[in-house]
Every structure is written in C-alpha cells, then in structure tokens.
C-alpha cells in the first residue's frame, strides 16, 4: 500500500530526526494499527520500502505443536508469511503516520529545548511575564520561543507579576515532565541574589571577592557574608560600589527588600558579631563549638536593632552564620560578672 515515504524523511531531515528512528516508529505505529483491525492476524510485522513508496503487512499464523510423552503442551510454530495488508486501510494508515510524524517532531522539539535549557540550571535568565488563565497559581515566564514556570512557591510574597513585564529569575531546575521539558525558576532563591551581584561585580568575577554565605527572607531582608582572597581589597566596598550604585542595581531588581553585607571571618565569635549588624556587639561568648551555640552581648540601646522587627534580624544572622545565637544585654552581663568578682 502507497505510504509518501519520501516526503516524510525529508520532513524529518529538517527537523533533525533520523530516518531509521522514524521508519522503526512507522513500522510500529502501523502494526499496531493492524492489529486493530477485524480478522487481523495475531503476528504480523511491517515493511516499508522507501524507494517505491509502499508498506506491507506480512502476517503469520500460529500451527499448534503435536503433543508428547515429554512435552505434553507444546508451543505453537508460525507458518509461512503472508501479505495482509488490508484493502482499505489507505486512510488509517496515512492518519497514523501523521501521528507518528506529530509526536516525532514534539520529541524532536522538546529535546532541542531541553539540550538548550539543560546547561542553564544554577543561572540567571531573564524573561517575559505571560499571565496563564487556565493556570492562576503559577507565573509563565516567556524565555525566547519557550515558557518557564515560576510556581507559588518560588514567589516573592507581596511580589506582583504584571503581564508583559521583564523580570530576571533563577533557574533552579531543568528536567522532563509529563508535557515535555520543565524549567522551574525563583525570584524567592538566595541564589538569585548572588547572581544578580555577579552582574554587578567584577571582584566577584575575578575571585578577588567571595560571596561566603547568604541568608534570605525574599521580598524582606537579605544578609550576605563576604571575604576577600585578595590584599587590599575591601569586599563590603565592592559590594556596595562607588556611592552605593552596585548594590543599588542589585535592589532595584528585588523590590523594596533591604540587604545588608557583614564581613565574613573563620572565627565564629567575630563572624556571630559581625551577622547581627547594623547592631553593635561589644562581645560574643561560643557557648559550645560542637552544637554551635553562643551568646552576643549588645547594649541596651541596640537590643531592638539586634534582634529586628518580629525577630528578623537575629533570625536571619543565625541562618547565615549556621549558629544558634542567644543575645543578652551588655549592661546586664557586666553587672552580673561584677557581682560574681566581689
């Protein structure tokens, strides 16, 4: 039976598909079609032959075994093939070869998304806000000729997504869902923060900077820890750039959240102090290394502004410094310690 082979191959060269891989679908999809018809035989195999353009359906009959004192039930033998291809089967094959092609070229497709998509997990992309009716939890964000979904989860809370706006995300995953390739991205990501830096930065780039750890409360308040691996360079200053321009680009990507930079240090008591900025400790006691606990003495008049509105400030200082931080007043630890020595 006629079957515009030649056609479909060169359809399939375009797209990039191999013509082996698409005569083995074919060949498949057919016999299965076969099957489906009345009286079909229940062993058949497909031929195509491209240079003429034609398929054929060779079947082949079950011949029951002769039973034996050994083998009682013996498995049957197929005969001889034969051509049954049915006569009318003109139409239902063309229709399952247009599926075959369709679901080709999807996989084709998603492929080719997914191999451009794969290296981007871990990065910085930007795209265009695609409001999806039929899908109101989630954010599609348009990248190229491909949508990202940015799910309720990665969101910013308070965060507005408006249609056709520009936004910068994060990837935080590339992988093969049900409906082809997924790419999941994050405006909530801490990760999001410090690619947004590197844009910014070049200390960062280069390696004379570090960014040691990040501790975020998306749409709030972000701490970020910084060192320098190279002499006489100021990471804080980096960072902030000349009249605070670098972390001001970086803010304007991230709404009304506020950042803060301290100094990293090896030394837990002077890293705990410098976390709990913009408050002052005039001295962090490590209560114990192994289950990182330690005490930050702070004065009265700073107390507040060390543990933050509704905690936030403490909270994310201990986040970002993997410790957990007890903070108690300087004035009421000196008169304790003054009462100890008389």
């Known amino acids: 039976m006629e079957l515009d082979l030649a056609g479909m191959h060169k359809l399939a060269a375009e797209q990039g598909i191999d013509p082996e891989a698409l005569d083995g679908a074919l060949a498949e999809a057919l016999r299965l079609a076969y099957l489906k018809t009345p009286h079909a035989a229940k062993h058949a195999r497909v031929e195509l032959d491209d240079r003429a353009g034609t398929f054929t359906v060779w079947a082949a009959d079950e011949i029951p075994g002769t039973p034996t004192e050994e083998d ?19 139409r239902l094959a063309a229709a399952t070869a247009r599926q075959v092609i369709t679901q080709l070229f999807r996989r084709a497709e998603d492929e080719r998304v997914f191999g451009a998509f794969s290296g981007q997990k871990g990065k910085l992309i930007t795209g265009i806000v695609q409001q999806d009716v039929k899908d109101p939890s ?42 082809g390739p997924e790419i999941i991205v994050s405006r909530s990501h801490p990760e999001l923060v410090r690619k947004l830096f590197e844009r910014e930065v070049p200390e960062l780039v280069s390696g004379a900077v570090s960014i040691m750890a990040i501790a975020r409360e998306a749409g709030a308040r972000t701490k970020i820890a910084v060192k320098a ?59 114990s290394e192994k289950n990182k606990t330690a005490i930050a003495f702070i004065h009265d008049d700073q107390l507040s502004l060390a543990i933050g509105k509704e905690g936030q400030n403490a909270r994310l200082a201990a986040k970002l410094t993997g410790w957990k931080i007890g903070i108690e007043s300087a004035e009421a630890h000196a008169k304790k310690v003054a009462e100890q020595g008389q």
Not at 80 to 89: G, I
Not at 246 to 255: K, S
């Open 138 to 179: 989630n954010v599609h964000i348009a990248v190229g000729d491909v949508e990202a979904i940015l799910p309720r989860r990665e969101q910013v809370p308070g965060e507005r997504y408006r249609h056709g706006e520009r936004l910068r995300v994060y990837v935080v995953n590339v992988g093969r869902g049900l409906k």
């Open 72 to 90: 009682p039930h013996p498995a049957p033998t197929l005969g001889e093939e034969y051509d049954d291809t049915p006569k009318d089967f003109g």
């Open 229 to 287: 691996n190279t002499d006489g360079v100021n990471p804080k200053g980096a960072l902030i750039g000349p009249g605070g321009a670098r972390v001001r680009a970086v803010m304007e990507n991230l709404g009304p959240e506020k950042i803060d930079i301290v100094d990293y240090s090896d030394d837990p008591a002077k890293f705990v102090a410098s976390a709990l900025s913009p408050a002052v400790a005039t001295g962090v006691q490590v209560i």
